[in-house]
């Protein structure tokens, strides 16, 4: 498994980040987070920029974002150059991705599954690495457009 990460949610996905960190922690894992730290309600976007520049700046390769949906998490962290998210809610999804696009951040909605569910994702997400090979130019060619979408 991945034994470092940075995990980050809002107000939505506060109580499933900090259930998801017990689970961590149990494996193992060192766990940077990123916010928020309460019920209160906040701003996914801000959220999603902070977990993003700690994976931009190199200090981290992995990163968990829990909203309402997962899909704002998501969407906000696809606007980061070399961030590739993917928004799972099934465990297929959360290994494939990171078998097939080499995912870096795992978003999921914490109004859309449960606890037990969302340790099986982050198990599938983290337990498994990109098997390059055929998918390599593919995902070349999404690192591309962080490059052609600049202005
Ligand atoms: C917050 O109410 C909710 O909009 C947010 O957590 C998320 O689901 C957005 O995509």
New binding site residues.
């Given amino acids: 498994m991945q034994k470092k990460i940075v995990i980050g949610s809002?107000h939505?996905?506060y109580a499933l980040k900090e259930q998801i960190k017990n689970h961590l922690k149990f494996a193992g894992v060192e766990i940077l987070d990123v916010g928020c730290d309460s019920p209160e309600s906040c701003s996914?976007p801000d959220i999603a920029h902070e977990l993003c520049s700690q994976i931009q700046s190199g200090a981290y390769t992995t990163g968990i974002l829990i909203?309402?949906?997962g899909?704002?998490?998501s969407m906000c962290a696809n606007k980061h150059a070399g961030i590739r998210a993917a928004c799972c809610s099934d465990v297929f999804s959360a290994r494939a991705t990171r078998l097939h696009n080499d995912a870096n951040v795992l978003c999921f909605?914490a109004?859309v599954v449960g606890y037990g569910v969302a340790c099986e994702l982050v198990d599938a997400f983290l337990n498994n690495v990109f098997e390059g090979g055929r998918h390599q130019p593919r995902v070349d060619a999404i690192n591309a457009l962080d490059e052609s979408e600049k202005k």
């Fill in positions: 809002d939505a996905g996914y909203c309402g949906t899909i704002g998490m909605g109004r």
